[in-house]
């Protein structure tokens, strides 16, 4: 049971240190140096502990040979490498440029000894036991099913089903399942879903107590508009970390999809890879939504705002994708007036939010051609 407890924590401390890693483009180095350098530096602890998690799980019959040694070498790099950094930027003088009490060479060994660490991984961790599943669609739900190989050859069977109608948010019954190994492909997409749109209405909360100043989007479309509060401070702080999250859950998703379509012996050939071309496109638009971090607001505004229109269209794409992956029978009541609405919304909002934005004139401050309150609509 301890195993078990320490495992688990270890992976929640890492999955909140990679998420928390995107603090690293929100907090510039210009701000300040010390805090934008603790999000990688926690990252480095939270990579060696699910390291360390993954040594003290395995049977020592697994261990490879020196195993032990990478282990508290891995560790000493790691810690060492974070306190001489952190030291180091709190007792730099910026208008002498005198650097702290620890000597350069030794910050650099750590810092590379970190580095080479990684490649030695794949030869020191443990190398088993492995799992195996074998996949297979389960109705009514047309959800995915698993069948997990015991190492005595025997198996279990753990069922992806979730009770239809749904019941409650599905972030939360995610959230709830997780233990039990509750997977549907929707569900993890509407999980994504839901957690945007939070993050969204959270983010316009805290700039509208906090920050007076109007965003450029903003003051191009006339109106507040939710996607310009992800975009300032001090929004940016919670946008970060739970953005990666929206990213692995709408990913996630496209993957187990991808896997479901492959069992599907009635999916033609034409359906399966439109969806499947769909979902890769809605993925890498997913894994590019951080680029909103690097092409700023104010600096590089207008690259800024097309990273997440063009998140606005992934979300859509992927909705195309899953509805042409499920059969007819699957599919809600209105479900072909939904996505007609939802197609007008999503390409709407973008071409008419980009439009102003191209026609907006910064020294008059004057608007281009489309009525705020039309933007407006299809944004919301």
């Known amino acids: 049971r301890s195993q078990w407890n320490f495992s688990y924590g270890a992976s929640l401390v890492t999955s909140f240190g990679f998420c928390s890693s995107f603090l690293l483009f929100v907090i510039g180095p210009s701000q300040s140096a ?197 975009s300032s401070a001090p929004a940016l702080y919670l946008v970060g970390p739970l953005q990666g999250l929206v990213a692995f859950l709408f990913i996630r998703a496209f993957n187990l999809e991808t896997l479901r379509m492959n069992l599907m012996p009635n999916l033609s050939a034409c359906r399966y890879w439109m969806a499947y071309v769909l979902n890769c496109i809605a993925g890498l638009s997913f894994a590019a939504f951080s680029l909103n971090f690097v092409y700023r607001s104010g600096k590089d505004s207008y690259m800024h705002y097309y990273v997440i229109f063009q998140v606005q269209m992934a979300v859509f794409l992927a909705y195309i994708g899953n509805f042409l992956a499920n059969e007819r029978r699957t599919r809600p009541a209105g479900s072909y007036v939904f996505i007609v609405l939802f197609g007008l919304s999503a390409v709407g909002s973008a071409a008419l939010m980009s439009l102003q934005l191209l026609q907006y004139n910064h020294e008059t401050e004057e608007r281009g051609p489309v009525p705020w309150w039309l933007c407006m609509i299809f944004d919301y």
């Open 34 to 230: 010390l805090w934008h350098s603790v999000p990688f530096l926690q990252l480095q602890v939270a990579m060696y502990l699910s390291c360390l998690a993954l040594f003290y799980e395995t049977d020592p019959k697994y261990h490879p040979r020196w195993s032990g040694l990478f282990c508290v070498f891995y560790g000493v790099s790691t810690f060492g490498f974070a306190v001489c950094a952190v030291i180091q930027l709190l007792t730099y003088d910026a208008a002498t440029k005198t650097m702290g009490p620890v000597p350069w060479w030794l910050c650099a060994l750590f810092d590379r000894c970190w580095f080479v660490c990684l490649p030695l991984s794949s030869l020191f961790k443990p190398i088993g036991p492995s799992i195996g599943f074998v996949f297979r669609i389960v109705d009514p739900s047309d959800c995915l099913s698993q069948m997990a190989v015991l190492p005595d050859g025997a198996t279990t069977e753990q069922t992806f089903i979730s009770n239809c109608p749904w019941k409650g948010p599905a972030a939360w019954r995610l959230f709830r399942s997780y233990l039990k190994e509750v997977r549907c492909p929707e569900e993890l997409a509407c999980a994504g879903g839901e957690v945007l749109v939070l993050l969204l209405i959270a983010s316009g909360v805290l700039n509208y107590a906090v920050n007076s100043e109007a965003p450029l989007l903003n003051k191009a479309v006339g109106y507040r508009s939710l996607w310009a509060d992800i």
